[in-house]
């Protein structure tokens, strides 16, 4: 059996680029490292490692090894962590990251409630669209909205519920321009979108209630990458838009905006959590995962 500690030693060389910087983050000697390493390569009959005076690289032995290696790493730091918290209530930090749109729409109220239950575990919420690589960024839980759910060898994947984006409208501007009864109808209306092409173009791909496809090319007025945004120009009267249905239900129910062409929409998408296997043995990461599903899971928690 190989020696725990040389797959950590090569593991941290191999992620941090170099034996210096390996030896810094360790309080290791850097001969030390290198002589482990080279151990370790002569144990193993293979050689792991690309050596030169300005780059290290890995050799296709050593890519495959790493993922091992930083494997056993990280799974006997998650169970210290875990036998650590064992007779003490959940706490730490917990690094959480979602889109804006989840953010508002309800996240923001709930977890203030799960900080209160567990008052010693403190929330590192990072809010943003861009996707999140979860081991490179030390993220804890990533909530996500996606069309579908991607593989992974390193990820746990847990699913909310799903979320169906609408079209709406300011009241005012279908009073104005006339109904929306069929797709066709959309071409007198005025539109913003998320993106644009080099000509200015855009297109919706809505669904009907019986399966019947529409594809909508249209010129948005205004293009904005924010939903918050578009939402908040959608109130304005400025043109239909296309809004995640958990976040202008309120401005429906309110008459504030109006479902342009109900039952017709994107095909749904899938509200999930992903997680590193290793951190949900972590009390504190494990107790907002229980919580979130609790809480934020099915039609029934009103964020979807």
Same mark, same amino acid.
């Given at each position: 059996m190989q020696d725990l500690n040389d797959m950590v030693f090569f593991a941290e060389v191999a992620e941090r680029g170099g034996f210096a910087a390996a030896s810094r983050a360790l309080g290791i000697p850097k001969s030390r490292l290198s002589r482990r390493v080279a151990e370790l390569e002569e144990r193993l009959g293979v050689q792991l490692m690309q050596r030169s005076t300005r780059r290290l690289s890995l050799t296709p032995a050593g890519e495959i090894f790493l993922r091992h290696s930083a494997a056993v790493r990280d799974a006997a730091q998650a169970a210290t962590e875990a036998v650590a918290q064992v007779h003490t209530d959940p706490c730490g930090t917990v690094r959480l990251s979602c889109p804006i749109t989840i953010a508002h729409s309800g996240l923001a109220q709930l977890l203030p409630r799960f900080m209160e239950r567990y008052p010693a575990v403190r929330v590192d919420l990072r809010v943003m669209n861009r996707p999140v690589d979860l081991i490179e960024e030390g993220i804890d839980i990533a909530l996500r909205v996606r069309p579908a759910i991607e593989d992974s !060898?390193?990820?746990?994947?847990?699913v909310l519920g799903t979320s169906r984006a609408v079209l709406?409208?300011?009241?005012?501007?279908?009073?104005?321009?006339?109904?929306?009864? !069929?797709?066709?109808?959309?071409?007198?209306?005025?539109t913003t979108a998320m993106s644009a092409n080099g000509e200015g173009r855009s297109e919706w791909r809505l669904e009907g209630p019986n399966g019947e496809i529409h594809v909508h090319v249209h010129t948005p007025r205004c293009v904005a990458d924010d939903l918050v945004t578009l939402q908040l120009v959608a109130l304005e009267g400025v043109g239909v838009t296309l809004l995640p249905g958990y976040m202008c239900r309120a401005d429906v129910e309110a008459g504030r905006l109006v479902q342009v062409l109900p039952g017709w929409g994107p095909a749904p998408v899938i509200a999930h959590m992903v997680f590193p296997q290793r951190r949900a043995l972590v009390p504190a990461v494990r107790q907002l995962i229980d919580f979130l599903a609790e809480h934020m899971s099915g039609s029934q928690s009103g964020m979807y």
């Open positions: !060898t390193t990820l746990v994947a847990k709406v409208a300011r009241p005012e501007l279908l009073q104005r321009l006339g109904p929306v009864r !069929t797709p066709a109808d959309l071409e007198r209306l005025p």
